[in-house]
């Protein structure tokens, strides 16, 4: 069987900056995985690569075997994928915004309705379809923009950080409706977090990077199994995790945070 990401010896620079170190990960048909790190350490800009929206520097990025560089327009129409970034217009309706992406996707007029009801209600926004977007929750926002990946019915889901920012309610009802839809559709999911617990209960597998690194990939039972020792026989992801970044992640992301702010200013005066 085709693997839905074949990401060969991947490398982005931003600059002299290298953002994305020589990846490389293989996620099968139908897994669920996720892609693990502290903020900056190259998760996005890895999304963006997959997504095609980026094309690889060097490396290559196979989709169910399709070629990033040459059959760009192919692998769109196969994944649905939900940025970092809010992407809704809250000025419209919920049934409106996730229309507008059925007309971008090309979904034949006729089948269009459907389609669009159906993403709604897999998101469970039916009863509040007509309602303006601008009035919904953040955790209902999240799932209007799964509705919105998912109207294309796409075989690879790509979400990067669906989670951020929410409370733990809302958190879980996204979780939730990204498991259900796996299960009824059997699509593949790739997804990025900072979030290890989550990551714990919904991915496969997990593939944890620091600093643009991959440091390990594995399903979070054998990673966990693997630290495991007498002294400490439960280690959580987030054990694993420092196990192999050697570092502490809190520290390191703060650490990290006002080097990208210094980093982002140095740009933006050399753009101006
Ligand atoms: N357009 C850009 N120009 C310069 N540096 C960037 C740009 N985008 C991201 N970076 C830097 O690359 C690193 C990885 O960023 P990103 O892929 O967004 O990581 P993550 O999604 O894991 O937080 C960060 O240090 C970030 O500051
Ligand atoms: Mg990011």
Redesign the pocket.
């Known amino acids: 069987m085709i693997d839905a990401i074949e990401c060969r010896n991947l490398s982005h620079r931003?600059?002299d900056?290298t953002?994305v170190d020589d990846l490389t990960l293989t996620v099968a048909a139908g897994e669920t995985v996720g892609l693990l790190?502290p903020?900056?350490?190259?998760?996005?800009?890895v999304v963006k690569v997959l997504t095609t929206l980026t094309p690889p520097q060097s490396g290559d990025v196979r989709i169910f075997g399709m070629d990033s560089r040459r059959e760009t327009m192919d692998i769109r129409h196969n994944i649905g994928y939900v940025p970092q970034q809010l992407s809704i217009e809250a000025a419209l309706t919920g049934r409106q915004n996730v229309d507008l992406f059925a007309r971008l996707y090309d979904v034949p007029r006729r089948r269009r309705r459907a389609r669009v009801d159906e993403a709604l209600e897999a998101m469970q926004l039916l009863d509040v379809a007509d309602a303006l977007a601008g009035t919904y929750s953040g955790g209902m926002v999240r799932r209007l923009e799964l509705a919105q990946a998912l109207v294309n019915r796409p075989s690879l889901l790509i979400l990067d950080e669906p989670t951020v920012g929410l409370d733990p309610i809302a958190r879980d009802s996204v979780w939730t409706r990204v498991a259900d839809m796996q299960a009824e559709y059997g699509m593949t999911v790739l997804l990025?977090t900072h979030y290890m617990e989550e990551a714990d209960a919904l991915c496969d597998r997990v593939a944890l990077m620091h600093h643009g690194v991959l440091q390990t990939v594995g399903s979070p039972t054998d990673l966990k199994a693997e630290l495991a020792t007498e002294q400490a026989p439960e280690p959580t992801l987030e054990d694993v995790f420092r196990h192999h970044a050697g570092s502490d992640l809190a520290e390191d992301s703060t650490r990290?945070g006002l080097k990208?702010i210094r980093?982002?200013r140095r740009?933006a005066r050399r753009a101006g």
Not at 39 to 45: D, E, F, L, R
């Open positions: 931003y600059g900056f953002a790190g903020n900056g350490a190259g998760k996005t800009t990025t990290r990208e980093s982002s740009v």
